[in-house]
């Protein structure tokens, strides 16, 4: 059995102002993967990440992915909301790169 993972969720502002959010165990590998590998989301091409607004850590995929649905049914002033109440990510992925 594989050692248990920690998943995140995350939320970042693409460089047309829109939030994505996502489900990751690696948000700095995510990241550059969205910023231009084959595996980045549909949703940055054509666009950038520009920042990383809020990141969430959960035990397992079940917890992080329920956590990601719930986001995204969220208008964007609740998810501002959400983002100003969290404390900033304690992860920088564009120092990363």
Do not use: N
């Given at each position: 059995?594989?050692?248990?993972?920690?998943?995140?969720?995350?939320?970042?502002?693409?460089?047309?102002?829109?939030?994505?959010?996502g489900i990751?165990?690696?948000?700095?590998?995510?990241?550059?993967?969205?910023?231009?590998?084959?595996?980045?989301?549909?949703?940055?091409?054509?666009?950038?990440?520009?920042r990383l607004?809020?990141?969430?850590?959960?035990?397992?995929?079940?917890?992080?992915?329920?956590?990601?649905?719930?986001?995204?049914?969220?208008?964007?002033?609740?998810?501002?909301?959400?983002?100003?109440?969290?404390?900033?990510?304690?992860?920088?992925?564009?120092?990363?790169?």
């Open positions: 059995m594989m050692a248990e993972s920690r998943w995140q969720v995350y939320i970042i502002l693409g460089d047309d102002g829109r939030y994505y959010t990751t165990t690696d948000v700095v590998r995510r990241w550059k993967e969205h910023s231009g590998g084959p595996r980045g989301a549909r949703y940055f091409r054509g666009r950038q990440p520009h607004c809020f990141l969430e850590h959960h035990p397992d995929r079940s917890s992080a992915s329920r956590r990601e649905y719930a986001i995204k049914q969220l208008s964007r002033a609740a998810k501002e909301q959400l983002i100003a109440s969290a404390p900033a990510p304690a992860v920088d992925p564009e120092a990363a790169e």
